[in-house]
C-alpha cells in the first residue's frame, strides 16, 4: 500500500473512532439531564364554626385527597369554639398518619381553636396563629402570606417546602381552597344551638298551620322538612331531651287557646313554657353550646307572631268559609269548644265552625247536634239522650 493511501486509511479510521466516541459520550449527558421540576400545590382547608361530623368528615376526605392530588401541604386554617359528636381520637390519629405535612394556622383575628381543633393545633407538624399568639408555640402570621413566607425553605420531613418566589412577591406555587360538599355545609350549617331551636320551632308551625288551612301541601313539606334537620342537630348536639317536652307541651297549650278564641292562662303558661324550654335546651359547660338571651326572646316573639296573627287569621278564614249541603253537617254530632252562649265554636270531624244555639246556653265540652246553617254559622242545640242513644 502505498503511503498517501495509508495515511488517508488511518485519517479516516481515526475520524471514525472521534465520531463513534463522541457520540458515546452525548449519550450519558443527555440521559442525566431531567425537565424542571415544579412544586406540588398547596391545599387551604378552611375549618370554621363547631367540629361536628361533617367537618371530621372534610378533614379526613380532603388530607386523603391530598397525596393523590400531588399536594406538598395542607394548612388548616381553624376557627372552632366547640366539637360535638366526633371521634377525637380518630380525628388526632388522621392528621398524624397524613402522609402529607399538616400545617395549622388560627385565623383570622379574633380566631379561637378550642376543644379538638386546639388538639389538631398542638399535633400539626408546623403551627400559625393569627390571633396575638395565644397560644405559645405558635408562630405570628396574620395573612396567608405571611404563612406561606415562613414556610418556604424549611423542612417539613424530608421534604423542602417551596411556597414563595420572592422575584415576584407572590405565592409560588397553585394554591387550591378546598370546599365541603353542598350536603355536608347544610347539616354543618344547622348544627348550632340557634338553628337547631329555630328549626324546630319552624317546622311545627308549619304543620299546624297545614292542619287548619289544609291546602297542596306546600306549608307541610316544608315543616316536615325543617323538622328532620332540627332533629338531626339535636341528635348531634347535647340536648335535653325534656326541656323539648316542655316546648312541645307549650305549643300544645297555645293551640288550645286559639281553639276557645281567647288568649289567658294557656297563652301565658305556653309563652312561659317556650321560654323556659329554650333556656334549658342545651346545657353544658361550653359557651359556644349555650342559647344566648336574644334568641330566647326572638324564640318568644316568633311564637307570639304566629299564633295570636297567623293562627288567628287562618281561623277566621276557615270558620269564613261557606257551608253547603256537599258537606253533610246538617245533622252531625258535634262537640262545643267554647260555651256557646249564644254563640261560640264546636268541632265536626276535626273542623272548627261558628255556631249559634238554638236553645239554652251550652257548656265547652258537651255534645250538640247541628240542625241547620244560616249564612257562615251552624245552628245547634244540645244532643238530646234518645239521639246519644241511637
Do not use: C
Amino acid at each position: 500500500m502505498r503511503p498517501r493511501q495509508l495515511f488517508a486509511g488511518l485519517t479516516l479510521a481515526l475520524g471514525l473512532v472521534s465520531l463513534l466516541g463522541g457520540s458515546v459520550h452525548a449519550q450519558p449527558s443527555n440521559t442525566v439531564q431531567s425537565p424542571v421540576s415544579h412544586p406540588g400545590p398547596i391545599d387551604i382547608v378552611e375549618v370554621e364554626g363547631i367540629i361536628d361530623p361533617p367537618t371530621a368528615r372534610y378533614i379526613t376526605d380532603r388530607l386523603a385527597a391530598a397525596q393523590e392530588d400531588g399536594a406538598q401541604l395542607v394548612i388548616l386554617r381553624l376557627d372552632s369554639p366547640a366539637d360535638v359528636s366526633v371521634n377525637r381520637e380518630r380525628l388526632l390519629r388522621t392528621v398524624a398518619d397524613a402522609s402529607v405535612p399538616v400545617v395549622a394556622w388560627i385565623a383570622p383575628r379574633g380566631a379561637v381553636a378550642e376543644g379538638v381543633a386546639r388538639a389538631l393545633f398542638v399535633s400539626a407538624d408546623v403551627s400559625f396563629e393569627a390571633s396575638n399568639a395565644q397560644l405559645l408555640d405558635a408562630t405570628p402570621a396574620h395573612s396567608l402570606s405571611e404563612v406561606l413566607q415562613a414556610l418556604d425553605g424549611t423542612t417539613i420531613g424530608n421534604n423542602v417546602v417551596e411556597s414563595w418566589d420572592d422575584a415576584s412577591g407572590t405565592p409560588g406555587v397553585l394554591l387550591r381552597f378546598q370546599e365541603m360538599p353542598v350536603w355536608d355545609r347544610l347539616l354543618h350549617a344547622v348544627t348550632t344551638p340557634t338553628a337547631a331551636l329555630f328549626l324546630i320551632l319552624l317546622g311545627a308551625f308549619g304543620l299546624i298551620f297545614e292542619t287548619y288551612n289544609p291546602g297542596i301541601g306546600l306549608a307541610a313539606g316544608i315543616g316536615v322538612a325543617l323538622l328532620g334537620l332540627g332533629f338531626y342537630a339535636l341528635d348531634v348536639l347535647p340536648t335535653n331531651w325534656w326541656a323539648l317536652l316542655i316546648i312541645t307541651a307549650s305549643i300544645i297549650g297555645l293551640i288550645y287557646e286559639v281553639h276557645v278564641a281567647g288568649f289567658g292562662v294557656f297563652t301565658i303558661g305556653g309563652l312561659a313554657g317556650v321560654a323556659v324550654g329554650s333556656a334549658l335546651l342545651f346545657p353544658g359547660d361550653v359557651a359556644a353550646l349555650d342559647l344566648n338571651i336574644g334568641a330566647i326572646i326572638a324564640a318568644v316573639v316568633l311564637t307570639i307572631i304566629f299564633f295570636v296573627s297567623v293562627m288567628t287569621a287562618a281561623l277566621r278564614v276557615r270558620l269564613r268559609r261557606p257551608i253547603d249541603d256537599s258537606e253533610g253537617i246538617v245533622g252531625s254530632i258535634a262537640e262545643a269548644q267554647t260555651d256557646i252562649a249564644p254563640e261560640g265554636t264546636v268541632i265536626s270531624n276535626g273542623t272548627v265552625w261558628r255556631a249559634r244555639t238554638m236553645e239554652t246556653g251550652i257548656a265547652a265540652g258537651a255534645r250538640v247536634e247541628v240542625k241547620a246553617t244560616e249564612g257562615l254559622v251552624l245552628l245547634v242545640e244540645p244532643l238530646h239522650e234518645d239521639r246519644a242513644e241511637s
